[in-house]
């Protein structure tokens, strides 16, 4: 039995895209209806599990301060960090990129990035700053400012949990939107290429809710066979950062109905995880099993061997590919090897587990089940690399210049300290997929393009399950942001389909 509902929007899916994608729509007059194929314990997608950083635009430290709460002010004093320009961020966005997103969509959010911060602060979201993400903050000394790095300055109070909770409080106060818990969407339902509603699956029956449709179900990250399928050998093992949901169902369902492929559907979000971490993500933790500070560490394989540049860049823009270059390693995993140089440098997150410890690099082979003469080696061969002043060149908080180069390792670019100062402390860590970025198609006013590259009428989309935004790496915090972008954008052209715009 299949039940009929008629309503002007439906979003599919219920994190910061599709909540965002439901206030906008109803702000212009729409009545909506949020389906989540989550149960409310599990509610909020990926975004929840987030750390909730927004990159965007900003003239620094002063012309943020509107967005703050209170609580958050109390920083300002021993904080501080320049302007992120337009250019700024579109340049970090291409490089990353490898210069292949779409450059058009790319500029859409970056144009629109403050503006929508304040658009959902005014919707009761509440911001604060980055401060505790990568380092402790107790650590700095009595009148040290922490010289943060501005694309990643600003986060949603509360990280990815407070996020959404301030999005739901929003949605469940307004009386145009309206919210099904364990509602997947088992179909679109379309007529030639216009889209007409969905079909939502119940445990006993069928409802096909009709109306305009905004997509916001994310990738396919939770589904091995669809990694498998696209990602390519080894992606059905890695472990899954964010939520169980994301299987790529509606996904699939677009591309089936005649939206286009785009993007880089051998790509992901990978980071850096520790291998203690549960396979699916876990709301008690939501993103604490996260290993970032490496930079500050040597990286090596089950055979003692480092395989990346640690110091490449700003993490920010380096996480998102080091789990992939994990991942590539025998066995899927890598070792994270401090000394005492540089143990306090450690992000809180690290908390969440205890390090392998020892006081020799013979003692930590040993415990790490690694080859000791070839760890001797590899950290012989680094340490004699490493300039004599590196100790006070050293800068923690920004490009220092400070470069190894190792004969017959990779080179260290930034932040290369000798390895040589016991107690030793590792920690082994695996890939962790947080999102793919293969997606559909869509123009800049978030409408889906089908495969003769029009517009599908009644259908439009954002956040994840969009494509060509993101390929080979990410730049942290982008894809909250083109979610609400593209969340506001969507929303309201969705409405103005259904013919109750103001």
Known sequence: MTKTID??????????????????????????IVLEAAPWAERGGNSRFAGAIFRTVHGGLDSVQDLLTDEAKQWSDRVAFGPYTREAYVSDWMSVGQDRPDSELVDIVVDNSADTLRWMRDKGVKFELTVDKLFDPETLNTGQVYDMVPGGAIRAAGEGVGLVQNLFDAVEADPNIEIWYESPVSSLIVEGSTAKGVRVRKRDHSIDVLGAVVLAAGGFEANPEMRLRYLGDGWDTVKVRGTRFNMGTVLQQALQVGAQPAGHWEGAHASPLDNGAP???DLRYTDKYSRYSYPYALLVNKHAERFIDEGENQVWLTYAKTGDAIRKQPGGLAY??????????????????????????EELAGKLGLPYEQLAQTVAGFNA?????????????HLDGVSAKPVGQPAKSNWAQPIDQGPY?????????TFTYGGVKVDSEARVIDTVGLP??????????????FYYNYSGGAGLTRGAVFGRIAGANAATHAGVAR
């Open 385 to 397: 690399s490493v300039a004599s002043d590196a100790e006070e060149r050293f800068d923690r908080f």
């Open 336 to 361: 994270q090897i401090f000394d005492q140089r540089t143990a306090h440098l450690l992000e809180p997150r690290y908390a969440t587990t205890n390090p392998v410890e020892a006081e020799t690099l």
């Open 425 to 433: 402390i590792a920690y082994t860590v695996a890939c962790g997929i």
């Open 279 to 281: 396979k699916v993500g």
């Open 7 to 32: 309503i002007d929007v439906v979003v599919v899916g219920a994190g910061n895209a599709g909540l965002v994608a439901a206030l906008a729509a109803s702000e212009t007059g729409a009545k909506v």
């Open 456 to 469: 599908m009428p009644g259908l439009f989309a954002t956040g994840e399950i969009i494509g060509d935004f």
